[in-house]
């Protein structure tokens, strides 16, 4: 079965581009031909851009200014970030002809798979994405959600939902990412939806092997601190003096951590999403406020923290349908006793999870 995925597989995420990677990588070891489709959604793009006409059009004169200081700055790091995530697009991921409108969309497909990730998010997508939607002609083509999500489920209004109901009829099968979007669904929609895995956890450590980059420094914890919480650093600070290790943070660059007393801290200002997956296959111990960064941490068997945070509710509901909800503390916390994680117990509960997801693909690959 010809194969064709709708994601945000071009963002500078490296949870966005992991999980196509992987949702690319089942569908293939399952004998499908796979395509990641190459749309370029506008606002995606317009994050990569140097200056953002958004920011430039809402900004007074001096806040102008010193938001033009302030990227000029960053630029160095900011230029060696988009290369490599286009690196990894164009190396890791099988793309389509490009596409910059619905009606650019590729054909010939036998099923497009849409998402994983916030793809019918209107606050993220700047709307409802015709795109992500399936409002574009199927060619013959099945239509199947996996995983798909549309954020917060209580920011949409009553017109919002109306529009739901109307854009989803062009999917012949649903499942989404959380519970809480299949009960809302159902609720505004009357829909029935699957619940299903992010791609990240439907595959083992060894697909992921394949291309992470084993770092140069060694035992040290890594913080992923994609929301910049102050507290984050001196948590896995407190972490790591308690087991003689070293800080490798990625996600904050605040210049006072650079100072002797911090002489052990590392600050990694850019990454590729192969280098990401090396920071965590070998850290000591992983920290993060990230949901993509704690599930890359179970795949590949680590300990590991989740942070609280206003975001964390993903998170903490994996970690507690794993068994681990101890794994999930405030980043104000100290760290009086460490414990390694049972993997096996782990394992088998996420066995028993990913049979659903599997199920879900299995049934809508069918020829």
């Given at each position: ?126 709307g409802f994405n015709p795109v992500f939607w399936g409002q574009f ?231």
């Amino acid at each position: 079965m010809k194969i064709g995925i709708l994601t945000f597989h071009n963002a500078l995420n490296y949870g966005a581009v992991l999980q196509c990677y992987a949702l690319q990588h089942y569908l293939q070891e399952k004998g499908h031909d796979v395509e990641v489709i190459d749309y370029r959604a506008p606002f995606i793009e317009e994050q990569k851009k140097f200056l953002s006409k958004t920011e430039l059009r809402r900004r007074g004169f001096v806040a102008l200014v010193r938001y033009f200081i302030i990227r000029l700055l960053a630029w160095p790091a900011w230029r060696k970030t988009v290369h490599v995530f286009h690196q990894f697009m164009v190396s890791q991921l099988h793309l389509s002809p490009r596409a910059a409108t619905a009606v650019d969309i590729p054909t010939g497909y036998d099923c497009i798979f849409f998402g994983s990730d916030q793809i019918w998010s209107p606050k993220l997508c700047r709307g409802f994405n015709p795109v992500f939607w399936g409002q574009f002609e199927k060619h013959g083509a099945r239509f199947v959600s996996y995983a798909a999500s549309i954020g917060e489920t209580s920011e949409l209004d009553k017109p919002g939902w109306q529009q739901v109901q109307q854009r989803i009829k062009a999917f012949d099968a649903v499942s989404v990412r959380e519970k809480s979007l299949c009960q809302a669904l159902q609720e505004h929609c009357g829909l029935s939806a699957s619940v299903c895995l992010d791609p990240t956890l439907l595959v083992d450590a060894a697909v992921f092997d394949k291309i992470s980059v084993r770092p140069e420094e060694q035992d040290y914890v890594f913080l992923f601190n994609v929301i910049d919480d102050p507290a984050a650093s001196q948590f896995a600070r407190r972490l790591a003096n308690r087991l003689g290790s070293s800080v490798v943070i990625k996600g904050q660059a605040k210049p006072q951590l650079k100072s002797r007393r911090d002489k052990l801290v590392l600050l990694k200002e850019s990454m590729s999403p192969e280098e990401f997956l090396g920071y965590i296959k070998y850290a000591r111990c992983i920290v993060a406020n990230s949901f993509h960064a704690i599930a890359l941490s179970i795949v590949f068997q680590k300990d590991c923290y989740a942070l609280k945070s206003r975001r964390s509710g993903r998170v903490e509901g994996l970690l507690s349908s794993l068994g681990l909800a101890d794994r999930i503390v405030a980043a104000t916390e100290s760290v009086d006793k460490i414990s390694s994680i049972d993997y096996k117990a782990v394992g088998e509960c996420l066995a028993l999870m990913r049979q659903s997801s599997t199920q879900f693909i299995t049934c809508q690959t069918k020829k």
